[in-house]
């Protein structure tokens, strides 16, 4: 069933409009279903009613010629009928008027013979012959008010033949129309409660239950370090639109947060090349010039590495990888290239041949803050592995290996954080707790995950990923716009 809630072009229409509309839209649901439930209760309910119905009918009506029979003994019809109230007619059954010659001042004219009527006075007769005896004869009326003529037995019936008749004596019963129209009260009140209750149902389906499950699919996708989500469109009912945009409006200070954290980073990242570049041209010339000593200006070398090494880290955690295009490129190949540049240490390649769609010089940069983690934390020999990721034929997986303690699992969280450092696992210069954040944000821009694994006597992270060109709706959208 289509939504009542119509898209209405922004700013086009009033919101009182809109909630008037709406509040029409589900009237109408609920009148249409409560039409159907009606229709339905006709035929399922409304056929035993009618027998209920014309039971209680034929037992008044035959309390009513027992005591008529009865009270004829000793009154005449006349004054039965003003005693009793009863409609009584004597001799042959009353006949219609012609059409056109009905006397004047006639309350009712003349209507022809429908087959409902006749259906019902048979059901009335076939009812009234297993209450009494002898059977009745009924003959229905062709005269308003609707109903039937009840042949009542005259005490001349079954009197000796050579007993003077009496002349007959009918009753009229008024006979309720058949089910129809206006409908029964009773099914009237279920059909207009049950299309109140399904309407009701729907509007809390497709005004609050689909908004929200909406707006809990975005809050799932929203990072702070992916900005470019789109605004949730508004829906539903007042209170989901209200907390909907409040949602948007969140989005876009988050995103505006963002924009400004990464812009004043890589502005301070810049800013701070030119002073480190000076001031490494002013230590090789005073050591030149003998001022320094060979083992001041080794420290001081050290210092400035740490800080350009720091501005480096900035510079990446700002997001400059996100705007790089992805391509396919030959992964092996491309760990390979990044191992090569890893200080003398022993290094084990485990590399499986595999092509994926990835931003190469992102993923390169996460290999290599792994690779500089475990050099600088962990315990020689490395070991990086490269593999298929199973079941996905689209993902891939990347795990450095160490010979070290490692991460304890309780601190794993803390670590992936930004400016984050552990007392046990980190340490040394040049380090302010990028490294694994900047690794784990370039993992979930493949649409992976960063995890520790333990196992075969040493420490190892996992980074893995999927190509970019087979999109998993699973995922967050902005992880393959390119």
């Known amino acids: 069933m289509v939504n009542p809630a119509v898209a209405e072009s922004a700013g086009s229409v009033r919101p009182d409009v809109q909630v008037a509309a ?10 249409g279903l409560g039409a159907l439930v009606l229709a339905l209760l006709q035929l399922l309910v409304g056929r035993r009613l009618v027998e209920q119905r014309q039971q209680q009918l034929a037992a008044d009506v035959a309390a009513k010629v027992l005591l008529a029979e009865v009270a004829l003994e000793r009154f005449t019809p006349a004054a039965l009928a003003e005693i009793g109230g009863l409609r009584l007619a004597v001799g042959s059954v009353p006949e219609p008027v012609a059409s056109g010659t009905a006397p004047e001042g006639a309350p009712f004219p003349p209507r022809a013979l429908d087959h409902l009527l006749r259906r019902q006075g048979f059901d009335l007769q ?18 308003a008010p609707r109903g039937v003529w009840v042949r009542m037995a005259t005490p001349s019936e079954g009197a000796p033949p050579d007993a003077a008749p009496l002349e007959t004596v009918w009753l009229f019963a008024p006979l309720p129309p058949l089910p129809g129209w206006p409908p029964d009260p009773l099914l009237l009140g ?87 570049t000076r001031l490494r041209l002013r230590l090789d010339l005073a050591a030149s010039a003998q001022i320094l000593t060979e083992a001041d200006h080794h420290r001081s070398t050290s210092d400035l590495n740490a800080l350009e090494r720091i501005t480096h880290q900035f510079l990446l955690f700002a997001g400059a990888e996100q705007s790089e295009p992805a391509v396919v490129v030959p992964l092996h190949d491309l760990l390979a290239e990044v191992a090569a540049l890893v200080a003398e ?55 450095v290996w160490d010979r070290g303690a490692g991460i304890a699992a309780a601190a794993w969280p803390i670590a992936l954080e930004p400016f984050q450092r552990l007392d046990v696992a980190r340490g040394g210069q040049g380090h302010c707790g990028l490294g694994l954040a900047i690794a784990d944000r370039i993992a979930r821009l493949h649409g ?24 998993d709706p699973t995922l967050p959208a902005q992880a393959f716009a390119d």
């Open 22 to 31: 709406r509040a029409l839209a589900y009237g109408l649901i609920a009148l």
């Open 126 to 143: 076939r009812l009234l012959c297993l209450r009494l005896s002898p059977c009745p004869l009924v003959r229905p009326s062709l005269q």
């Open 190 to 276: 279920l059909a207009l409660g049950s299309g109140g209750l399904g309407a009701g149902l729907l509007y809390l389906a497709l005004e609050v239950q689909r908004p929200l499950r909406r707006l809990e699919l975005a809050l799932a996708e929203v990072r702070f370090d992916q900005p470019g989500t789109l605004p949730l469109p508004a829906g539903g009912s007042a209170a989901v639109r209200s907390l909907t945009a409040r949602f948007n409006a969140m989005v876009q200070r988050l995103e505006r947060s963002g924009r400004e954290r990464a812009t004043m980073l890589a502005g301070m990242a810049h800013d701070l090349r030119s002073p480190l």
């Open 345 to 399: 240490v022993p290094l084990e390649l485990d590399l499986q041949p595999l092509e994926r769609r990835v931003r190469p010089t992102a993923l390169a940069r996460a290999v290599g803050n792994l690779l500089e983690n475990a050099l600088q934390y962990g315990t020689p020999p490395l070991r990086l592995v490269l593999r298929a990721a199973k079941p996905d034929p689209h993902g891939f997986v990347i795990e």
């Open 448 to 471: 992976g995950a960063l995890r520790r694994l333990e196992g075969g006597g040493g420490f190892g992270v996992a980074l893995t990923g999927r190509s970019l060109t087979s999109p």
